[in-house]
Each structure stands twice: as C-alpha cells, then as structure tokens.
C-alpha cells in the first residue's frame, strides 16, 4: 500500500463544512418555503426538503417533528413578518396616513415577499395550520378598528360599527394584493393611492345610519 507523502492533503470533495444546529435548521426552512411556495403543503414531500439539502430524511424530523411542524414554523414566520410590517405602519399619527401607510407595508410585503404571501394565501390541508391566512386577516382588522373608533368616534358614529368596517377594509386591500402579486402592475404606490382613495374617501362621505331602501320618486 502507498503511503501518502507527508506533505499530501485530502481532496476538496472529501471537505464537508458541518452546520451547526442553527444553521441546519434555517437552511431547511429556506428550501422548505420555496418549495412550499410552488408546490404548496401536499406537493411537497420531506424526500425533496432532505435531499435538497443534502442531508437524510431523520434530520429533518429531528428539528421540526415533520412536515407539519416544518410548515408552521415557515407560516408563523410569514405572519409575524407581515403583521409586524402592517403594526408599524399604523404608527401614523394622522388617521389618512395610517391607512396609507398600512397599505404600503401590505404591498411591500407582496412585493419583497412572493413566496410568502403566496403560502399565506394559499393555505394548506395541514392540521396544524388551517385558516392561517383568515385568522391573519382579522389579526390585522383588529388592529385597523383602534384607526376606525377614534375616526368614529369624532364623527359621531357608532364605534361598535369599527369591526365590520375594518374588516370590509382589510378583505378589499388583500384581494388587491392577491391581484396585484399576477398582474404585478400598476406601481406599489399607485395601488396603494387607489386603496387609500377608496377608504379614505369612501370614509369620509359616511352616511351615520345608511339605508339600502330605494328612494322613491315622484
């Protein structure tokens, strides 16, 4: 047998950088919302996470327990991800600028985020993770009533009225997002211009008590 010379080093190849736990774990998330994001939860497979990235099937259960748990660690991630975005944005003092600047974090994040709005909105048959985008959407409205009761109440409305109101709100700004993340134009800006001028000037020609009864003329 040859014995190697002293000064002889082992191949690159045979170099693996190991990972630290951490490490490990953050690597999995990242493929695992690509994949997530195109796939969605049922197309993608622990099979395809592991061997993506370059490790066996059991490291993956080791960190997160299994596709579930990988799930809704990538979910709570984009949640808390946009929802903080939009918290932010409500620190406005001028009730206009917290709606436009609510409404700009919100397409921001569709814009900077795809895969992550893509997985919120898509939703997923995990148990452990239904109606994630739903219960987002009224996290979010909950926030947006404290704009709306203080609107209210200078304007003399009910302020109980606040949580249909911001509802209505939050459910037009996420259907424009979800068609704004096809089409991807006109402008973040400009969308956000139009959602503001919807709301604010929707807002601002309140009726106190609004009526669908049909005027009767003549």
Known sequence: MQIPAS???????????????????EQLIKISRTLFAKKGFDGTSIEEIAQRASVSKPVVYEHFGGKEGLYAV?????????????????????????LIQAAEAFLTYVEDEPDGFTILVRGSTSPTASGTFASLLGDVASQVEYVLEEEFSERGFDKKLAPLYSRALVG?????????????????????????NVAWNGLGHLEANPSIDIPKHG
Not at 7 to 25: C, I
Not at 77 to 95: K, S
């Open 7 to 25: 000064g002889d080093t082992p191949a690159v190849n045979d170099v693996r950088v190991r990972m630290s736990g951490r490490e490990r774990r």
């Open 74 to 98: 990538v979910v709570d991630r984009e949640v808390q991800n946009l929802l903080g975005r939009i918290t932010r944005g409500l620190g406005a003092e001028h009730p206009r600028w917290k």
């Open 172 to 196: 037009m700004v996420a259907q424009v997002g979800l068609w704004w993340l096809d089409t991807g134009k006109p402008k973040r800006t400009s969308v956000a211009a139009h959602l503001v």
